[in-house]
């Protein structure tokens, strides 16, 4: 997975526990913007319809729902990726 703080890899063996950091800038791991249900477009910024409201997306929470959001996702791509798709959908010919 990637952290929500330092965009870096993380190389993750087993759960990520509530109390979990990241080894390479200490940032909370057990938060919603590293989370595979965060959601900016859904209610409360999360797709788990099921979920308690969390008002600090990057800080720990106590989330049951919390799954790691999985960095080869098509949903993760780099800002960079992202804008050489989007010219090369809109380059003119």
């Known amino acids: 997975?990637?952290?929500?703080?330092?965009?870096?890899h993380v190389d993750i063996k087993g759960k990520i526990l509530f109390r979990d950091e990241c080894p390479l800038c200490g940032a909370d791991l057990h938060v919603c913007k590293n989370c595979l249900f965060y959601d900016l477009g859904a209610d409360n910024d999360c797709r788990e319809s099921s979920a308690e409201l969390v008002l600090e997306k990057d800080r720990a929470n106590f989330c049951e729902y919390f799954q790691p959001e999985d960095e080869n996702e098509s949903g993760n791509n780099s800002t960079d990726e992202i804008k050489m798709k989007l010219e090369a959908l809109f380059k003119k010919k």
């Open 1 to 8: 997975m990637r952290c929500a703080a330092c965009n870096k």
